[in-house]
Nanobody, 131 residues
Framework: QVPLVESGGGSVQAGGSLRLSCVASGLTSSSRCMGWFRQAPGKDREGVAT?????????????YYNDSVKGRFTISRDNAKRTLYLQMNSLKPEDTAMYYC???????????????????WGQGTQVTVSS
C-alpha cells in the first residue's frame, strides 16, 4: 500500500492559482509513475498531468499534460519529501473538479496519461473555480 494524502484544494476565482500537494508516505524513488487526475460531476476521470521517472538512478523525469492544461499547470515531485505537486495557474471554471493524486506499483507503468496504469489513489481534494 502507498497511502496518498492530497491537500491544497479550495475555491478561487478564474485567473487565480492553487498548488496541490500529495504526500506519499510509501513512495520510493523507484515509483516511476505519479500523476494528478480529476473528475468533474457527471464526467469520467481524466488525466491532468503525470511525471515519469525514466531513469531511477539519475532521477531523470518526463512530464505529460492534458492539452487543456498545457502552459498553465506544472507537475513536479520531491523524492526527499515524498511529495508530488501540481501548480495550477490561470485557473478556469472548467478546471472545477475533484483532483486525485495517484501512483503505480507496476514497474512497467507507461509514460503518459493512462489511468489504467495507476493502482494507488488518494482521497481527492476539491478545486472550484468561479467565473
Amino acid at each position: 500500500q502507498v497511502p496518498l494524502v492530497e491537500s491544497g484544494g479550495g475555491s478561487v476565482q478564474a485567473g487565480g492559482s492553487l498548488r496541490l500537494s500529495c504526500v506519499a508516505s510509501g513512495l520510493t524513488s523507484s515509483s516511476r509513475c505519479m500523476g494528478w487526475f480529476r473528475q468533474a460531476p457527471g464526467k469520467d476521470r481524466e488525466g491532468v498531468a503525470t511525471i515519469y521517472t525514466a531513469n531511477i538512478y539519475t532521477g531523470r523525469t518526463s512530464t505529460y499534460y492534458n492539452d487543456s492544461v498545457k502552459g498553465r499547470f506544472t507537475i513536479s515531485r520531491d523524492n526527499a519529501k515524498r511529495t508530488l505537486y501540481l501548480q495550477m495557474n490561470s485557473l478556469k471554471p472548467e478546471d472545477t473538479a475533484m483532483y486525485y493524486c495517484a501512483t503505480s506499483s507496476f514497474s512497467a507503468c507507461r509514460p503518459g496519461l493512462q489511468i489504467g496504469d495507476y493502482n494507488y489513489w488518494g482521497q481527492g481534494t476539491q478545486v472550484t473555480v468561479s467565473s
